[in-house]
């Protein structure tokens, strides 16, 4: 198995898991299973999913019953995500009793009673994937998880589309919407300053020259999804909400909450209107609420469900 002290990027998705778990809209996820629901046994659909980090999607949707019958590819660009996705998708079918094959190249099959998965796993940049595949169209359903937000919208959102099969559905969820909140407060102008820049680091990032990613991507897809053709059947609030319970943190949320801690610090530092002094107490203090199990962080995003028009 991957060594996850070896990595802290893929800890901390292994640690998000729950926090995202929680998030997501329920009606959202119901409206999309009653959608496949009467496709299920007329022959396997086929999913694309971009950005599938660790391969969490693919439990979900398992355990929702929606991929029994189903040919599921899961791109990511980073070579280790890929790697983890492939062991922990292969543990995480053994412990529910299927059995798993590998099929070549990074290929898995499971079968089970009612059972009939195939899950290709493809190292890829998302623009690069979809340059390749243009004019097929061939996916029945195409879903983006935490992931929209980080990419140019405008540029990634007609490419996603141009992969899905008219009458095909999308589902697109966490897409963060412009709020980060940490309370307590500790001085609310300075956590305004520092919610602020952090937005506008999001919203001037660029990624191999490209822009990558906006602050405010779930209200935009508003706009955008009926532009490319998309007509939306459901949508619905998926905020993180991670505070201590009576036990503390559950799970390694504590660990989550220190990398977003060093996310926001990392993306405002040296930034116009912070100094370095008040960032550093920011921090330090941030982290020691973390350490005492007082930190409450919750970040707005929205979760979307729909189907591509004729």
């Not at 980090?53 to 929606?66: E, K, N, T």
Request: one cysteine or more.
């Amino acid at each position: 198995m991957t060594d996850l002290s070896a990595s802290p990027y893929i800890r901390y998705l292994v640690a998000k898991k729950s926090v995202d778990d929680r998030a997501l809209n329920r009606g959202v996820f119901e409206a999309l299973a009653q959608a496949l629901g009467p496709r299920r046994d007329a022959g396997p659909l086929s999913f694309l999913e971009m950005g599938c980090g660790l391969g969490a999607m693919v439990g979900r949707l398992w355990d929702g019953g929606l991929i029994a019958n189903a040919d599921y590819t899961a791109v990511d660009q980073a070579p280790e995500h890929i790697a983890a996705a492939r062991e922990r998708l292969m543990a995480f079918a053994r412990h529910r009793g299927a059995a798993v094959s590998e099929t070549g190249g990074n290929s898995l099959s499971f079968a089970g009673p009612g059972l009939a998965l195939r899950v290709t796993l493809k190292t890829a940049d998302m623009f690069d994937f979809a340059a390749r595949e243009q004019g097929r169209a061939a996916w029945d359903v195409v879903l983006a998880h935490a992931f929209l937000d980080l990419v140019d919208l405008k540029t990634a959102l007609p490419r996603l589309f141009g992969l899905l099969k008219a009458g095909g559905w999308f589902y697109f969820t966490l897409n963060f919407d412009g709020a980060s909140i940490f309370l307590p407060s500790l001085e609310p102008t300075l956590d305004a300053r520092i919610e602020s820049l952090y937005h506008a680091a999001m919203d001037s990032r660029r990624v191999n020259g490209r822009p990558s990613g906006s602050s405010r991507t779930g209200r935009l897809l508003f706009d955008l999804l009926p532009r490319c053709g998309g007509r939306l059947l459901a949508a619905g609030s998926s905020d993180w909400v991670v505070f201590p319970g009576p036990q503390g943190y559950p799970g390694d949320e504590a660990y989550f909450l220190r990398h977003i801690i060093d996310t926001v610090e990392a993306a405002v530092r040296g930034r116009a209107g912070l100094g370095e002094e008040e960032l550093q107490n920011w921090t330090r203090t941030r982290g020691h609420q973390i350490d005492r199990g007082e930190l409450v962080y919750i970040a707005h995003q929205l979760d979307f469900f729909g189907i591509k028009e004729g």
